[in-house]
């Protein structure tokens, strides 16, 4: 099976959000592969060695993201590509990137292509269903189980909590959602080999684009940081008084009751 | 500049869902006046739910009805939506963010080559342009943003924005219109519900989560009990999903839900950074935890330091007290 996998680089979990001149301060950030891209490395290795085939791992963005990229084939992933934008672009947006992707897909045979369903940065969710509407893949976002049969696959989606069973058909896109799998972590001989193995690098130019093609749609005005919340108040003295001001509070203060 | 704006409603267990009366609010703004036009699928007759919809401030209601869309498939409904869109020739969409919404609006935007903008928490019109508001890195910051070239397009997230006032006085017209749809690659197999019984965690007006000290799946049983009596849905932390306690369709946190409900009842959370990402930005929280050095206090309205199976029953049996005054 010919398999790949969209990853974003994207912010720590752990990192606070700074702002410095209207844009989040990437300095001395902690970078990650988007966490729910992971869960798509994780299946798409699985997959593979299951049916065989290739896992080929694609970032758009810049140098930087290389050090994801060798994270995901240390994980054992086969393939690596890196879009750089650096050079050409100064804004994008998902349609920016759902153009760019297009043009990289369209002479590569994909069986089967897995996303994140959301990145935990721009959250917007909108990358993997847009692509496999341009490709006219069949699409299935937040899954949490997929088993493929020839070219049947058999999916488990997480909606809004409930379990959706579905049969749908290759070529396919599917986002992962949580629950998916259990990412491995990279093994010393994984990094000592990922260190090996093909990551090619290419830029708008090599996928026949020009700028004014992924000219983005849309447009950040401004970026800031919700206010600071204050701590409350604690309350004290015997747990039943306590419940009972709570209660008291709740509703002629807060008035939520 | 007025603009006639689609709003794409959403019926979920047989009633619509009150995140579409708030995309109708929005709408209301996108449309400087413009008209507003509803838009429903399902299998069954939508002509009520059309009506509800005008109630709340819609103008007319297209309806699209056939067996094919009895559940939610993107494939179905992009494509009877795209049906609709082109007779319509909107100049503004709007629907929520919610799983059909995820699902189906980039669908859309990627047909008809336009922006998106997603899970927008609030609208405004500032000069020429329709501004969204919406939270980046999980609600750690927050972003401004327009459309710049072609309709405007947006999912918002549920409770934000308030919708109008239901006028039964209102009136429009309801018409189904027919599409044929066809080739269906995916086809629903089954359907296992394991969310709480009506409340949706992304729509819940109370939120009652557990943490690790929950300790077992048992310990979430009082949590559910204040949940019930506040017609609350119960969610959870990462740490209580790891550990089994809770399905991960519970979580919330940065991975899992951003929620936003008018009260957010901690139980036995620590407040890991994910964590508060995911709720700090909701009305009033509550902190419920053994340790008063808990980071959860440090966001929370109102806190009490104690043993969360003490308390909540108790806070359980007051509320129940003070709805049977009421």
């Known amino acids: 099976m010919n398999i790949y ?17 209207g844009r989040i301060e990437e300095e001395g950030a902690e970078f990650i592969i988007n966490p729910y891209d992971e869960y798509a490395i994780e299946e798409a290795i699985q997959l593979r060695d299951e049916h065989g085939g290739e896992v080929t791992v694609v970032t758009i ?8 990229l060798r994270t995901a084939l240390a994980m054992g992933a086969d393939k690596a590509v890196l879009i750089n934008t650096e050079d050409d672009l100064e804004e994008g947006d998902q349609f920016t990137t759902v153009k760019i992707l297009e043009a990289f897909f369209e002479d590569k045979e994909a069986d089967l292509i897995l996303a994140g369903n959301v990145a935990i940065d721009e959250a917007s969710g909108q990358v993997g269903p847009r692509l496999a509407e341009r490709l006219n893949f069949a699409c299935a976002t937040t899954i949490t189980s997929i088993s493929v049969d020839g070219d049947k696959a058999q999916i488990e989606r997480d909606v809004e909590g409930d379990v959706e ?3 749908t058909s290759l070529p396919l896109l599917v986002t992962c959602q949580q629950g998916l799998n259990e990412p491995r972590y990279p093994s010393l ?6 260190k090996k193995k093909p990551l090619e690098e290419l830029e708008l130019d090599d996928l026949d684009l020009e700028e004014d093609d992924v000219e983005a749609k849309t447009k950040t005005i401004e970026i800031y940081l919700p206010p600071e919340k204050e701590a409350g108040k604690v309350l004290e003295g015997e747990v039943d008084d306590q419940v009972k001001e709570l209660v008291s509070l709740l509703q002629n203060e807060a008035k939520v009751l | 500049m007025s603009r006639k704006v689609l709003v794409i409603g959403e019926v979920r ?33 939508l002509t009520n739910m059309g009506k509800e919809l005008i109630y709340y401030g819609a103008d007319r209601v297209v309806t699209v009805q056939s067996d094919q869309l009895a559940s939610y498939t993107s494939e179905g409904y992009s494509q009877a939506l795209m049906a609709v869109i082109d007779d319509e020739s909107p100049e503004g969409i709007v ?36 501004v969204f508001t919406r939270p980046i890195y999980s609600g750690k910051a927050f972003e401004k943003k327009i459309i710049t070239d072609g309709l405007i397009f947006a999912t918002i997230r549920p409770n934000n924005i308030k919708a109008l006032d239901r006028d039964e006085g209102r009136s429009g017209e309801v018409t189904a219109k027919e599409v044929d749809i066809k080739d269906l690659r995916t086809v629903i197999k089954d359907v296992i519900r394991k969310s709480t019984e009506g409340v949706d965690l992304s729509e819940a007006n109370v939120i009652i989560a557990g943490g690790r000290g929950v300790k077992s799946e048992d310990g979430f049983k009082p949590l559910e009990e204040l949940a019930e009596v506040l017609g609350g849905a119960v969610g959870a932390s990462r740490g209580a999903c790891d550990a089994e306690y809770c399905d991960y369709s519970l979580q919330i946190g940065q991975t899992g839900k951003v929620v936003t409900p008018d009260l957010y009842i901690a139980c036995g959370i620590s407040g890991a950074i994910q964590h508060l990402a995911g709720m700090s930005n909701s009305k009033v929280i509550v902190a419920i935890n ?5 980071n959860i206090f440090n966001v929370a309205d109102y806190g009490i330091v104690g043993d969360l199976f003490d308390v909540v029953p108790k806070l359980t049996e007051e509320i129940k007290q003070i709805k049977v005054n009421a």
């Open chain 2, 290 to 294: 053994k340790d008063p050095e808990a």
């Open chain 2, 13 to 45: 267990e047989g009633a619509l869902r009150n995140v579409s009366f708030e995309a109708i609010a929005a709408a209301k703004t996108m449309s400087d006046g413009g008209e507003i036009v509803g838009v429903l699928c399902g299998s069954d007759d």
């Open chain 1, 5 to 21: 996998v969209l990853m974003k680089r994207t912010f720590d979990t752990e990192e606070k959000i700074q702002i410095d001149g």
């Open chain 1, 61 to 68: 963005g810049e140098e930087e993201s290389e050090k994801q």
């Open chain 1, 165 to 167: 069973k579905i049969e």
């Open chain 1, 189 to 194: 001989p994984g990094i000592m080999k990922a």
């Open chain 2, 95 to 130: 629907m929520g963010h919610t799983a059909i919404g995820k699902d189906v609006t980039p669908k859309l935007a990627s047909k008809i080559e336009t922006g998106l903008i997603s899970d927008a928490v609030n609208i405004e019109e500032t000069g020429d342009n329709i």
